[in-house]
C-alpha cells in the first residue's frame, strides 16, 4: 500500500517554471518505479515522465524532453518533476504514480495520487 500526494501546481506565465514534488508514505518508495502523468480537460490521460526505483534509468515523453526532469530523492521518499520552459500546451491536472516497474501506459500504475493543477497563460 502506496499513498501519493502532489504538490507544486499553480499558475505561471508561458516560458516560466514549476518543480512539482510527490510524497510518498506506506510502502517503501524505494521499491517503487514512479512516474508523472497529466490530464488536460476533455483528454485522456498521458505520460509524461518515468524514473526507475533507482534513480538510474528516465524517459520521457516527446512533449517533455528538454523541458522537463524528473529526480527522486529515496531519503525523502519524493519524487520530483521540474519543469522549464512552461507552454500553455502544458496545462493539466499532473499526477504521480507509481509501481513495481516503470511504464509510460496507466494502465500499469497501481498507485495515483489526487493531482495538482499547472495552469500556463500566454
Known amino acids: 500500500q502506496v499513498q501519493l500526494v502532489e504538490s507544486g501546481g499553480g499558475l505561471v506565465q508561458a516560458g516560466g517554471s514549476l518543480r512539482l514534488s510527490c510524497a510518498a508514505s506506506?510502502?517503501?518508495?524505494?521499491?517503487?518505479?514512479m512516474g508523472w502523468f497529466r490530464q488536460a480537460p476533455g483528454k485522456e490521460r498521458e505520460f509524461v515522465a518515468t524514473?526507475?526505483?533507482?534513480?538510474?534509468?528516465?524517459y520521457y515523453a516527446d512533449s517533455a524532453k528538454g523541458r522537463f526532469s524528473i529526480s527522486r530523492d529515496n531519503a525523502k521518499n519524493t519524487v520530483y518533476l521540474q519543469m522549464n520552459s512552461l507552454k500553455p500546451e502544458d496545462t493539466a491536472v499532473y499526477y504521480c504514480?507509481?509501481?513495481?516497474?516503470?511504464?509510460?501506459?496507466?494502465?500499469?500504475?497501481?498507485?495515483w495520487g489526487q493531482g495538482t493543477q499547472v495552469t500556463v497563460s500566454s
Open positions: 504514480a507509481a509501481d513495481r516497474v516503470a511504464g509510460i501506459a496507466t494502465y500499469q500504475y497501481h498507485y
Open positions: 506506506g510502502r517503501t518508495f524505494s521499491s517503487y518505479a
Open positions: 524514473i526507475t526505483w533507482s534513480g538510474s534509468n528516465t
